[in-house]
């Protein structure tokens, strides 16, 4: 690791790998820290490689470095994309399906073609505003290594940085639910009673043996589990994520819910051969928010606000994942042609300098964080952050003063789609 960069990029996930892309091909001298050994966070660790919404109501909203590696993967695995044009109220239809191994080793190349300065296993352990310059220690296999950066990009998702550095974090007591991602091998579902495994489950839940949630709590049974080969259905607590010691817990409660799963279907007549394998990490889908110069509240989001400072356009409806047996999800549509985005100050916590935070930990209430969280618009956060970065260490600004009229030049220049200002 080197003594300074211009640019310290915290979190190698969906906001992190396209805010360093954008550092290093922008010219800054820009270090990227993840704390695993895969660089894609939720999409490539959790497994949840579905990136969307690039477009809305029929036109592009989100492109720039996001979509370069989206497509790029998409394109490299035979993924056909959606018709951008064919636009239902079934927004999920849009998301791109993605091989997240080589969506993971195109970021590794972009991220190191740009000459970023790379770091997997690495995770940080301090954060300080020296005044003039970040001061910062991270915990590596051999030791703790210090270095210094104008500006910091906090994409952790758990706004880990901001709290090492004493900044303005809100944790969600009840956060939504989160899904440790399964598949399912071995299963002819042809040879199988499906009602006969529904009846096999309730006994067993009735029994206390397994809960419902263990299948989702959306009313899919065992056999919907089956059928949809365990993808994306889980629905697990997960309180206090953000720390090591809360998402010790959920990991060790996802698996167990995955080897009980696995012992039940076995049980049944024609799965005796099943087996269950399952992503590295569990899905985590909300932990904290920051208190931000601006907040993205519902009313903001539904409504289609368009921010003076707006840095990118978002897409998705509010969509909380509940823990509750009868209700799965709130799900809450936008109306035709709306068109919400994200403002610069949604990325700057209040009372820090040059220490910007994209991904699902931006400020913003619990329902519009629930609808941002989406991995398109993380990763135009991630861009936008990533060139707010370079402005605000080369000019020596604060990231907020930064002139609007320079962060769009070059945002624009890498691709990004800018809203209009207000
Ligand atoms: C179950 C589930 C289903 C979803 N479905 C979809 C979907 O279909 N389509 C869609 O677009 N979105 C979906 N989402 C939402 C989306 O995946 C996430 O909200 C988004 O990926 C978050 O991006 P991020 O950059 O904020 O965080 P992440 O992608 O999680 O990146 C954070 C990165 O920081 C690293 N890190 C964390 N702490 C530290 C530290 N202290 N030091 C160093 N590194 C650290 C992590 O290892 C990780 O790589 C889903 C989410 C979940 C959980």
Known sequence: MQAHYDVAVVGGGTAGIIAAVQAGRAGARTLLVEKTGLLGGTITNAEI???????????PIIAGIGWELVT???????????DAADWTEHAWRQCVRLNPTIFAAIADAA???????????????????????WTLTF??????????????????ADANVVTLAGGP??????????TLNLHMHGADLAQVDLKAVDAAFAAEVAAGRMAWTDVGSSGIGASGLLKRGGRNTMHLRAPDAHTSEGRTAVEVAARAIARRLQRFYRAQRGLENLQITAAVETGIRETVGIRGLATVTAG???????????????????DLHLDDPNRWVDVRPLKPHTFPTIPRGAMLPVGMRNLIVPGRAAAGDREARSAFRIQATCMAMGQAAGALAVLAARTRTDADAVPAGDLRDLLTAHGAIVPPQA
């Open 300 to 318: 903001d989001y539904l409504g289609g606000r368009l921010w003076p400072d707006a840095v990118c356009y978002s897409y998705w409806p509010i």
């Open 139 to 156: 915990c590596t296999k051999t030791g703790l290594v210090d270095t210094t950066a104008a500006a910091v990009i906090d994409a952790t």
């Open 169 to 178: 974090v809100e944790v969600e007591p009840a956060p939504q639910t989160a």
């Open 111 to 133: 991220v190191l073609d740009a000459g970023v300065d790379l770091h997997l296993h690495t995770m940080a352990a301090r954060a300080a505003d020296a005044g003039d310059r």
């Open 49 to 59: 490689a579905n990136p969307g919404l690039f477009h809305a109501w029929g036109r």
């Open 72 to 82: 790029a993967a998409a394109a490299e695995s035979g993924t056909a994309l959606y």
